[in-house]
C-alpha cells in the first residue's frame, strides 16, 4: 500500500499580502509577534522531521528601499482597483520606519538553512492573476524578478503558490517557461473554485468546512497528473487561532483526524497557512502546531507516513 504523505506550504509575505485591507501601524505587535514565531515554526519543523516549502514573496529578498527601487519593473500590474498596487503603497510607506516588515532577507536565509526547509515562490510582488486590468506578460515580467532574487541567494525557484489562491490555468506556461515545476491549487470542491462567483454560500462551506467533517480532504498521489508544472490541490488551510477554545478544538481536532485517515489510506494530505496567522496568538498558534506534527509523528511511526516538499511530490511523479 501507498504510504501518506503530509505536504507543509506557507505563504510567506509579510505585509505585502495584506496591505489592501490591513493598516500596518495598527499590524505592529501582530507582525513583530511573526517575525519572533517564524524561527519556533522552523525549531518545530526540525525536531519532529517535517519539511515544509516556504512560497515567499520575492519582495521580501530585498535588503532595503534601495534595492526594493531598482526592482521596480517597468511593466508593474495595471490592476483596475488601484488599492491593490504594492509599488504605490512601498512608496507612500517607506518612511515609517518598520522595514522589517517590508523586508526579510535574513529570515529567508534561516529557513534556507534549516534542515528539510525548501523556498519557493509567492510571485514578486504579491501578483492577483485573476484581478482584471493585470495581463499574463506583467505576471511574467513579476516572476523574472522573484528568480533573479532567489538566484542571489542561491535559490532555484522549483514551486509557486498563487496569492490569495487566485489560480490561474493560463499562466501555468508562463511558469513552465521559467522552470518551476509545481503549483499549489485549491481543493477540488465546488465551494473552492475561484474562477466562479464568489457566492455567500462558498463563504458558509469553506468557514463550516474548517470544523464539521464536510468530506474527505486527502487524496491518492496518483491524482496529481505529472505535468509541467503539476498541480497539487490543498487539503486544508491551519485557520488562526480563535478566541473561542471551543472552536479551536473543533478545528484542530478536524486536521488530526484528516491526518490520520491520510497515512491509513495511503494518501496525500496537503496543510497550509500564513506565518502571520501565527501573529494573533503565538503561544496558542505553536501549541495548535505541536499537537499537530505530534499526530504526524504518531502515523509516521505507526503506518510509515512521509512528510515531502512540494518540489519532491512533483519528482516523485517524473
Same mark, same amino acid.
Given at each position: 500500500?501507498?504510504?501518506?504523505?503530509?505536504?507543509?506550504?506557507?505563504?510567506?509575505?509579510?505585509?505585502?499580502?495584506?496591505f489592501?485591507?490591513?493598516?500596518?501601524?495598527?499590524?505592529?505587535? *501582530?507582525?513583530?509577534?511573526?517575525?519572533?514565531?517564524?524561527?519556533?515554526?522552523?525549531?518545530?519543523?526540525?525536531k519532529?522531521?517535517?519539511k515544509?516549502?516556504?512560497?515567499?514573496?520575492?519582495?521580501?529578498?530585498?535588503?532595503?528601499?534601495?534595492?526594493?527601487?531598482?526592482?521596480?519593473?517597468?511593466?508593474?500590474?495595471?490592476y483596475?482597483?488601484?488599492?491593490?498596487?504594492?509599488?504605490?503603497?512601498?512608496?507612500?510607506?517607506?518612511?515609517?520606519?518598520?522595514?522589517?516588515?517590508?523586508?526579510? +532577507?535574513?529570515?529567508?536565509?534561516?529557513?534556507?538553512n534549516?534542515?528539510?526547509?525548501?523556498?519557493?515562490?509567492?510571485?514578486?510582488?504579491?501578483?492577483?492573476?485573476?484581478?482584471?486590468?493585470?495581463?499574463?506578460?506583467?505576471?511574467?515580467?513579476?516572476?523574472?524578478?522573484?528568480?533573479?532574487?532567489?538566484?542571489?541567494?542561491?535559490?532555484?525557484?522549483?514551486?509557486?503558490v498563487?496569492?490569495r489562491?487566485?489560480?490561474?490555468?493560463?499562466?501555468?506556461?508562463?511558469?513552465?517557461?521559467?522552470?518551476?515545476?509545481?503549483?499549489?491549487?485549491?481543493?477540488?470542491?465546488? *465551494?473552492?473554485?475561484?474562477?466562479a462567483?464568489?457566492?455567500?454560500?462558498?463563504?458558509?462551506?469553506?468557514?463550516?468546512?474548517? *470544523?464539521? +467533517?464536510?468530506?474527505?480532504k486527502? *487524496? +491518492?498521489?496518483?491524482?496529481?497528473?505529472?505535468?509541467?508544472?503539476?498541480?497539487?490541490?490543498?487539503?486544508?488551510?491551519?485557520?488562526?487561532?480563535?478566541?473561542?477554545?471551543?472552536?479551536?478544538s473543533?478545528?484542530?481536532?478536524?486536521?488530526k483526524n484528516e491526518?490520520?485517515h491520510?497515512?491509513?489510506?495511503?494518501?496525500?494530505?496537503?496543510l497550509?497557512?500564513? +506565518?502571520?496567522?501565527?501573529g494573533?496568538?503565538?503561544?496558542?498558534?505553536?501549541?495548535?502546531?505541536?499537537?499537530?506534527?505530534?499526530?504526524y509523528?504518531?502515523?509516521?511511526?505507526?503506518?510509515?507516513?512521509?512528510?515531502?516538499?512540494?518540489?519532491?511530490?512533483?519528482?516523485?511523479?517524473?
Amino acid at each position: 500500500m501507498e504510504k501518506g504523505t503530509l505536504v507543509i506550504s506557507l505563504d510567506f509575505e509579510l505585509i505585502w499580502g495584506i496591505f489592501d485591507h490591513a493598516d500596518i501601524v495598527n499590524k505592529k505587535d *501582530y507582525f513583530d509577534n511573526t517575525l519572533k514565531v517564524i524561527p519556533k515554526i522552523l525549531d518545530c519543523f526540525e525536531k519532529n522531521g517535517v519539511k515544509a516549502t516556504w512560497a515567499t514573496v520575492g519582495m521580501l529578498f530585498n535588503e532595503n528601499w534601495d534595492e526594493w527601487q531598482s526592482n521596480c519593473p517597468l511593466n508593474r500590474p495595471t490592476y483596475s482597483n488601484l488599492k491593490l498596487d504594492p509599488y504605490a503603497y512601498g512608496n507612500t510607506h517607506r518612511d515609517l520606519g518598520l522595514d522589517r516588515f517590508f523586508f526579510a +532577507p535574513n529570515l529567508i536565509r534561516e529557513i534556507q538553512n534549516a534542515t528539510g526547509q525548501k523556498i519557493g515562490t509567492h510571485t514578486y510582488s504579491h501578483y492577483y492573476c485573476l484581478e482584471t486590468g493585470q495581463n499574463k506578460e506583467q505576471f511574467a515580467d513579476d516572476l523574472d524578478i522573484a528568480i533573479k532574487l532567489a538566484n542571489k541567494f542561491n535559490i532555484s525557484l522549483k514551486s509557486l503558490v498563487f496569492p490569495r489562491n487566485q489560480f490561474n490555468e493560463s499562466y501555468l506556461e508562463c511558469c513552465v517557461e521559467r522552470q518551476i515545476v509545481t503549483v499549489r491549487s485549491n481543493p477540488s470542491v465546488w *465551494y473552492w473554485d475561484t474562477m466562479a462567483p464568489q457566492t455567500f454560500a462558498m463563504k458558509i462551506f469553506r468557514t463550516a468546512d474548517a *470544523y464539521l +467533517p464536510l468530506g474527505v480532504k486527502s *487524496y +491518492p498521489e496518483k491524482s496529481i497528473k505529472s505535468s509541467f508544472p503539476s498541480s497539487q490541490p490543498s487539503s486544508r488551510f491551519l485557520r488562526p487561532q480563535h478566541k473561542m477554545e471551543f472552536i479551536n478544538s473543533l478545528r484542530l481536532n478536524r486536521i488530526k483526524n484528516e491526518i490520520i485517515h491520510a497515512a491509513k489510506a495511503g494518501e496525500m494530505y496537503h496543510l497550509w497557512w500564513h +506565518p502571520h496567522n501565527f501573529g494573533i496568538d503565538p503561544d496558542g498558534a505553536i501549541k495548535t502546531l505541536k499537537s499537530i506534527l505530534e499526530v504526524y509523528k504518531y502515523c509516521k511511526e505507526t503506518f510509515g507516513m512521509e512528510s515531502k516538499t512540494m518540489e519532491e511530490i512533483h519528482n516523485d511523479l517524473v
